[in-house]
């Protein structure tokens, strides 16, 4: 499998189809007070930095940067179950850190859950470290919060 990391538009129809996949699985294993994804055109708004993990034609994941006032945040990480276990998401979350470093960001923070046991090892094995909750979030019993000085 070879990898490339690439800028895309989430409205796009394979993007879009990604990220669809994503909330899909996220309504159904949260409640909508514990869902904060977010809507797919907001993720082509100036302040995000959207990408795609690819393998040829075949796209395998997306992720998102949203430069905040001081710190970025990682939103909208997702690769297909087909792809896990292979370094998309190491790939991914690479791609934005990146992309944090040139917009000048030293601080990444996101929100996860306990549910999602494999994103928060994958998450901690790449830096990340647990916190409070941080900007608008509000503790609703399944978010955990993270995060990595570049």
Do not use: W
Not at 29 to 41: A, G, V
Not at 53 to 68: E, F, H, I, P, S
């Amino acid at each position: 499998m070879s990898v490339e990391i690439m800028a895309a538009r989430a409205t796009d129809p394979g993007p879009r189809a990604l990220i669809e996949a994503s909330q899909d699985l996220m309504r159904a294993m949260f409640r909508p007070d514990q869902n904060h994804f977010l809507p797919i055109e907001a993720l082509d708004a100036p302040d995000i930095r959207f990408v795609v993990a690819r393998d040829g034609a075949a796209l395998l994941g997306c992720g998102a940067l949203q430069v905040k006032s001081g710190y970025g945040e990682l939103k909208s990480v997702f690769v297909r179950d087909a792809a896990r276990g292979r370094g998309v998401g190491a790939a991914l979350i690479g791609a934005l850190e990146t992309a944090a470093r040139a917009e000048g960001l030293t601080l990444l923070r996101l929100e996860t859950a306990e549910e999602l046991a494999a994103a928060c090892r994958l998450y901690a094995r790449h830096g990340y470290a647990r916190r409070g909750r941080f900007g608008d979030y509000v503790e609703n019993g399944c978010s955990v919060f993270m995060e990595k000085r570049l």
